[in-house]
């Protein structure tokens, strides 16, 4: 195959930011998305409909002129999130979902969920009303080893979770284990997960061997080679429980290259041609569309996308960086690498 044309994907995990980023990465999601849920994991966090409608207008207001983006809103999962939000969200034409961050498990989660018992009459009306909900499925205790932070969690978080509530419909957010990939297959069809492209095509010996690669390092972080090995398999096996989810998250280069770097990887710029090399080192470009543009509607309940994008085989090199914050630019991932297909 020369060119591959998908029903227009969409992106369901991406973080945007908020003021000025927005220059950078709205653009950067909407040439190739048509819909992108939008983390709500911003300072101060987006806790309610009101605030995600007002974060969604800031978005709207950097979509270039001529492109047709349509950004997805979810709410940041608290201690103290009133269970009446879910309503809120259920009538809502603009916000789909409710996030789960476990307090201090990644970029902003400060304000986290500290025990997920506390909140399950939040979790209740979740489950009546069918709103998903969208897990960062790592435990933060520090004396877990941070490459067992998922396993831990499925076992002490999401089995009790699903005991208690089997029709909760829950997205699984950016998987990298074989774990948590059998986990999600041995749910029922309320159970989904994203994988990103870091995950499917590079583990953590790309991001340690030969020094320390900062680009690479994220959250959850790279596991090892037979991790990346499932997770290749499930993605491109067209089972409708896995879809994209970029997980793209900028970060200036100044603070990821520190003595304490930022965790994130930031593939909006050439996200579907990451996945398009992925699919093809397994010989299943044909699983591609279904992943990208069919299975993750279907989960949230929405019509798939009418129109179309074509993915043409031109080499094509990913820019050592791009322009982000003042002078502060930010280094996408890839940077520099050659990737086969590109975006027509």
């Not at 047709?68 to 916000?95: G, N, W």
């Not at 590079?202 to 680009?215: A, D, S």
Request: glycine share 4%.
């Amino acid at each position: 195959m020369d060119t591959i044309t998908l029903l227009q994907p969409d992106d369901w995990h991406a973080h945007l930011r908020d003021g000025e980023a927005l220059r950078r990465t709205v653009p950067d999601l909407a040439k190739q998305f048509h819909r992108a849920i939008c983390m709500p994991n911003l300072v101060p966090p987006v806790k309610t409909v009101e605030e995600a409608i007002a974060y969604r207008q800031r978005i709207l207001a950097h979509v270039p002129n001529g492109i047709d983006f349509d950004p997805r809103m979810v709410l940041y999962f608290t201690d103290h999130t009133p269970a009446e939000e879910v309503v809120k969200i259920k009538q809502s034409d603009a916000v789909n979902a409710i996030k789960l961050y476990p307090a201090g498990a990644t970029t902003n989660s400060e304000n986290g969920v500290s025990d997920i018992r506390k909140v399950y009459p939040v979790i209740e009306q979740l489950e009546e009303h069918q709103v998903p909900l969208l897990l960062h499925g790592e435990v933060t205790h520090s004396h877990v080893d941070i490459f067992d932070r998922e396993k831990r969690y499925l076992d002490e978080v999401l089995v009790p979770l699903l005991r208690q509530f089997p029709q909760l419909k829950i997205v699984l957010e950016h998987i990298t284990t074989a774990d948590a990939a059998n986990f999600v297959l041995e749910q029922g069809r309320n159970v989904a997960a994203t994988i990103t492209p870091q995950h499917l095509l590079f583990n953590r010996n790309h991001m340690l061997v030969g020094g320390i690669k900062p680009h690479f390092y994220c959250l959850p972080i790279l596991k090892r080679q037979t991790h990346q090995t499932t997770l290749l398999e499930v993605a491109t096996s067209g089972n409708p429980k896995f879809f994209l989810g970029t997980d793209s998250a900028p970060h200036a280069q100044s603070k990821k290259e520190q003595a304490c770097g930022c965790a994130g990887c930031y593939s909006a710029p050439n996200a579907i041609e990451l996945y398009a090399q992925a699919f093809e080192q397994m010989g299943k470009l044909d699983k591609l569309e279904g992943f990208a543009s069919h299975f993750g509607a279907d989960f949230y309940g929405l019509a798939r996308n009418t129109k179309t994008i074509t993915l043409v085989r031109q080499s094509i090199q990913v820019p050592a960086q791009l322009d982000y914050l003042d002078n502060d630019p930010i280094i996408p991932l890839y940077a520099g690498q050659t990737l086969n297909w590109s975006l027509q």
